[in-house]
């Protein structure tokens, strides 16, 4: 079946260094688009990049990833922590299977400390 | 800008009680969801709609039950609550189509049952 594997639990880093978050998964339909969705302390999920062009680079708010369809991967990168980066990060990829389904990993709490 | 409306924030209820949950979208889209949110903050797809017509309905308890009375309303009720329906029930809404979709999802219904 498929199945979404991000980094899981919790990730610390301390502010101005670099961070990343990976994300794969695994399914026997065809992979459309890659998210990454953010959720702050008290606030709905938003998302943060999203991407369905194959080894491009998405950039947005510092943060970077890039689509890779035959690993199924999008790796999410920033090359240095702000504080107000703590949230919970979700990956979500879109699939083809039949019906549209957004997926979402189990999450991976940041937190950036001083 | 909130544009998916969620009715109530916060619901307490007893074990056996029968609760609703309302959704509303404004940005005219198609396609809209129930997700839950559990108290390990993992997100899972309980129904989504288009135009109307349920299109995935994982496996959740047949006490739950969607209701859309058009493509911007969706409502979630559970018809004889059990603790572990405990959780932020999360609407969302999106696009339905062959790009890259993104979710925009509502501040969410959090359920507490005693």
């Known amino acids: 079946g498929d199945s979404v594997t991000q980094t899981e639990g919790l990730v610390t880093v301390t502010e101005g260094l670099p961070v990343k978050l990976n994300c794969t998964y695994q399914?026997?339909?065809?992979?459309?688009?890659f998210f990454w969705y953010v959720q702050y302390l008290n606030e709905a999920p938003q998302v943060l990049l999203k991407?369905?062009?194959?080894?491009k680079r998405t950039e947005h708010q510092g943060f970077h990833a890039t689509l890779h369809k035959s690993s199924s991967s999008f790796h999410l990168q920033k090359s240095s922590a702000q504080l107000s980066d703590s949230a919970l990060y979700y990956c979500?990829?879109?699939?083809?299977?039949?019906?549209?389904?957004?997926?979402f990993g189990k999450g991976t709490s940041l937190v950036v400390h001083p | 800008e909130t544009a998916v409306f969620q009715t109530p924030n916060y619901h307490v209820t007893q074990v056996g009680n029968e609760v609703s949950f309302n959704c509303k979208q404004t940005?005219?889209?198609?396609?809209m969801y129930w997700y839950k949110q559990d108290s390990k903050k993992l997100l899972k797809i309980m129904f989504s709609?288009?135009?109307?017509?349920?299109?995935v309905n994982e496996t959740v308890p047949r006490r739950f039950s969607p209701q859309s009375s058009d493509k911007a309303h969706l409502n979630l009720r559970i018809k004889s609550v059990e603790p572990e329906d405990s959780a932020v029930y999360l609407c969302?809404?999106?696009?339905?189509?062959?790009?890259?979709?993104?979710?925009?999802f509502g501040s969410g219904t959090r359920l507490t049952v005693l």
């Open positions: 979500a990829p879109l699939t083809s299977g039949g019906n549209y389904k957004p997926t």
């Open positions: 399914t026997t339909y065809l992979t459309i688009a």
């Open positions: 991407s369905s062009t194959d080894n």
């Open positions: 709609y288009n135009n109307k017509q349920l299109i």
């Open positions: 969302a809404s999106s696009r339905l189509g062959p790009s890259a979709e993104t979710l925009y």
């Open positions: 940005l005219g889209h198609d396609t």
